[in-house]
């Protein structure tokens, strides 16, 4: 349990190295998209490739050869997956939430929050973390696609320009 073989060290160093090393090529020919956790398909995939990586590390029953596969594969499919959900909206839609309005001139949607799985407490929270202490110097409050909240006070909502993909 605590100790084997020398030989499993050594495997665990060599291969963890190079399999390091393959992750780290891989993740800069995909590009800064794959790690980018945009949405909630992104964050699948990040932890897929550690999931990945984590089982060349400790399984001997893996090779290195296969490992680097995986996760060139991971990143090849996210990236087929992002470039064809930036040219084809039905799949963009399918692949990836929309943002959300939670709140909006002060007022606190319960169906919105009913539909996210969110509560009261946690919009008043994302609202005190901004800085604000008045829900009606709040303008929307935005569930996003990667599941983080936005909070945009009433006096700087501008023209709205950032809120054209909102549901309503």
Known sequence: MWFDTWS????TLLVGGAAYA??????RVSGK????????????????????????LLSSEVSWAEGVV????????QFVIAWLTTRWQPLRRAI??????????????GDALRAARLTEAEVRQAVRSSG???????????????GSISVI???????GSALHDLER
């Open 132 to 146: 604000v202490g008045d829900l009606s110097d709040v303008g929307l409050v935005v569930l996003e696609t990667n």
């Open 8 to 11: 499993d060290i050594a495997r």
């Open 153 to 159: 006070a009433a006096s700087r909502m501008g023209n």
């Open 70 to 77: 995986a996760l060139a594969l991971l990143a090849g499919l």
């Open 22 to 27: 393959a992750l780290i090529l891989v993740l």
């Open 96 to 109: 990836t939430s929309s943002p959300q309005v939670l709140l909006r001139d002060g007022a606190i949607d």
């Open 33 to 56: 998209r794959t790690l980018s956790q945009l949405n909630a398909f992104d964050f699948v995939v990040t932890v897929a490739l550690g999931s990945t990586l984590a089982t060349v």
